[in-house]
């Protein structure tokens, strides 16, 4: 075979696998299978046509008979795959390498680990290897007895190389990307000192990645890596610096938000999106007319929208959300917050409201602080005879440092005597003042039982086939192009099962037997209308607040009994906590970790008025959702009892 024309089998699992096993099958029914006069490209093609065999992998034209006849056939081929690895020496293997394709170099050193072909090679020849193919190093490190044998080779190779720092980075650091689809193995001998070094020397080079200079300043230590405070904020300059050369000879692309008060408007709100600029406005003279207590609370959730009619709240980030293509240019960490360009669009607004809302106050000369303390010690005490609770507001007159450090620590105390309220019926203050330690977001208790329902990963599959733009099904009988998902599909179309080729036959089926759709009298496919709005709007919203959803109470405990929906009980749901402990708390390394920057004196300098009334906004806004969240608690208790 011309190996530079090379266009043989590739394994890319299932979803790939029609083109692929079209090629498998000519050669399974060829002389080839048979032949000695094979290259290394041919055997490593043979390897590849192993695999779907393996994994049971078939055409769907393909008889039960067929297909164990090339099942055979492959086992066949394995025996002429191990006949020749083990078959290479020192003195051939070069040479052998040199005639791989690019797509077949990964699989050769798969085969190398598998046949321990290793222990034929030399020291002299690995380093060859590396030194003429030195961005052939991942493809080595895929496989761990090859790095144990040869470890302080690739060490060195790591150090010196110019993909070395990358790999280390990608694998360690960055959570996307090539480098995750396979894990690498590092030598054991390479040190974490090593690893510094090589960071360092990443950051200073010329041709450095500057999304991962962003992902080494924030990266949270770990037991492979640990990079010092002093090199983080290297990254962190480099990129600053780059950032600020870069917009100031480029405009780069349009993208804001424009938050108004109007006067002359009568709608409450108004919305409108203009070249990359969202533009949001608010009648001044409703805000004017509703400057009581309780409405300044009720406008964060009616007009503001932090949170939706079911107390969920808007800022977080929910699994089934679809991104634009934008965001898979972000670089992202292991341990980051799954923010992109939509959350980043939702904080520009959410911070601006809050912003634009708290100088309207102060203007009327009404402190937000003052309204927090008048829910938690007159509304709960009128309401629903719930005594107990203290709230110390800062001064309208404090600085923004000083209402940062005093906010995060009424915060912290709030949270504990909610969660003593909810274990012991009363706020005992005595105990309250003998707890030090901080609440954990995801300790937060409910006075309410099975308060969530969560999807499983069961029924994570039905959501993606009825409503992902991904889904298979969305291309049924041509309408891909038609209809955003397979639902609208259903909803808007007739399809019969009979019409339902082949290949989707299981999926419809899950469907069926899960009672998503039925089939009526003439094989019309029908959607099931309680089952799939409730799946259609844990798409949307990632989780039922199942109390304020009375009306599908037979469907959700169906769904519960059938391992769809999982119940559980907390004051937030867990998205909720994640985006807690990504503003307050170091629980991710993206995040502004506000509660631990003004608790633990590493907030920016006092004069730096601007970043803490930035960071000011972000406080309230949690506030605004904690009291909104235990609001909820309380009605929801009483009202049951009632």
């Known amino acids: ?44 093609e043979f390897y590849n046509i192993t695999l779907y065999f393996n994994n049971d992998i078939r055409l769907t034209d393909w008889s039960d008979e067929t297909f164990q006849d090339y099942k055979n056939i492959s086992k066949k081929l394995e025996t002429s795959i191990a006949r020749y690895f083990k078959s290479i020496n020192d003195g051939d293997f070069q040479y052998l390498y040199s005639q791989c394709e690019v797509n077949c170099k990964s699989d050769f050193w798969c085969l190398v680990d598998k046949y321990k072909v290793y222990d034929s090679l030399s020291n002299e020849t690995i380093e060859n290897v590396l030194r003429n193919n030195g961005f052939d ?20 190779s790591l150090k010196t190389s110019s993909i070395g720092a990358e790999i280390l980075v990608g694998q360690l650091i960055h959570k996307t990307g090539n480098y995750e689809k396979n894990k690498l193995y590092f030598p054991k001998s390479l040190t974490q000192s090593d690893k510094e070094i090589m960071i360092e020397n990443f950051i200073d080079s010329d041709t450095v990645n500057y999304n991962s200079l962003t992902l080494i300043s924030q990266f949270k230590k770990t037991s492979e890596l640990c990079i010092s405070p002093k090199i983080q904020l290297k990254a962190k300059r480099k990129f600053e610096a780059w950032r600020k050369s870069f917009f100031e000879s480029n405009e780069g692309m349009r993208h804001g938000v424009k938050i108004e008060f109007s006067r002359e408007q009568e ?23 509703n400057v009581d207590y309780p409405t300044i ?13 079911h107390f969920r709240s808007a800022f977080v980030v929910t699994p089934y959300q ?13 341990k980051d917050y799954n923010t992109g360009f939509g959350f980043d669009s939702r904080q520009m607004v959410f911070r601006g ?10 203007s009327k000369n009404i402190n937000l602080e003052d309204v927090f303390k008048w829910f938690f010690e007159e509304y709960a005490v009128q309401e629903f005879n719930v005594s107990g609770f203290l709230f110390s507001p800062q001064s309208k007159e404090a600085s923004f440092l000083d209402k940062c450090t005093t906010l995060n620590r009424e915060l912290d105390g709030i949270l504990k005597q909610y969660k003593y309220l909810v274990e012991d019926g009363v706020i005992d203050r005595g105990l309250v003042e003998m707890t030090s330690n901080s609440v954990a977001f995801k300790d937060l208790p409910s006075f309410l039982e099975n308060k969530y329902a969560y999807p499983t990963d069961k029924c994570s599959m039905l959501i993606y086939l009825l409503f992902s733009g991904k889904s298979q099904l969305r291309f049924i009988a041509g309408f891909g192009k038609d209809y955003k998902d397979f639902f609208s599909i259903l909803s808007n179309e007739q399809i019969t099962l009979d019409s339902i080729q082949r290949h989707d036959r299981e999926s419809i089926d899950l469907l069926i037997n899960s009672k998503c759709l039925s089939v009526g009298q003439d094989e019309t496919l029908k959607l099931d209308v309680n089952k799939t709005r409730v799946l259609r709007e844990l798409y949307n919203s990632g989780v039922l607040c199942v109390l304020h959803r009375k009306a599908y109470k037979s469907t959700i405990e169906s769904m519960v009994n059938d391992g769809e929906l999982i119940f559980q009980s907390s004051l937030l749901s867990s998205y909720e906590q994640d985006y807690m402990d990504f503003v307050l708390n170091d629980h991710f390394a993206n995040g502004p970790k506000l509660r631990n920057r003004y608790m633990h004196g590493t907030q920016p300098a006092s004069d ?14 949690i506030m605004v959702l904690i009291i909104m969240k235990i609001n909820e608690e309380l009605c929801l208790k009483y009202t049951q009892i009632e």
């Not at 029914?29 to 000695?36: A, E």
């Not at 991942?138 to 690739?154: L, P, R, W």
């Not at 409201?353 to 102060?362: N, W």
């Open 322 to 334: 679809e991104r634009p293509l934008l965001d898979s240019f972000k670089a992202k960490g292991k």
């Open 137 to 156: 190093l991942c493809h080595i490190m895929k496989n761990k007895n090859t790095v144990a044998k040869f470890s302080d080779i690739i060490i060195e």
């Open 297 to 309: 609370l009720n406008n964060f959730m009616y007009v503001f929208e932090y949170i939706d009619l």
């Open 267 to 289: 709608e409450v709100i108004s919305s409108d999106y203009k070249k990359g600029i969202t533009l949001l406005s608010y009648s001044l003279l409703w805000l004017e007319e």
């Open 353 to 362: 409201q809050m912003h634009l809302y708290y100088e309207f106050l102060k």
């Open 1 to 44: 075979m011309d190996n530079t024309k090379y266009i043989g089998v590739k394994f890319y699992g299932e979803g790939s696998s029609g083109y692929e096993l079209k090629k498998a099958e000519n050669i399974l029914n060829s002389s080839k299978v048979n032949s000695d006069n094979l290259n290394i490209n041919d055997i490593i």
């Open 608 to 621: 730096k008025e601007d970043e803490h009334m930035k960071d000011y906004m972000e406080i309230l806004k």
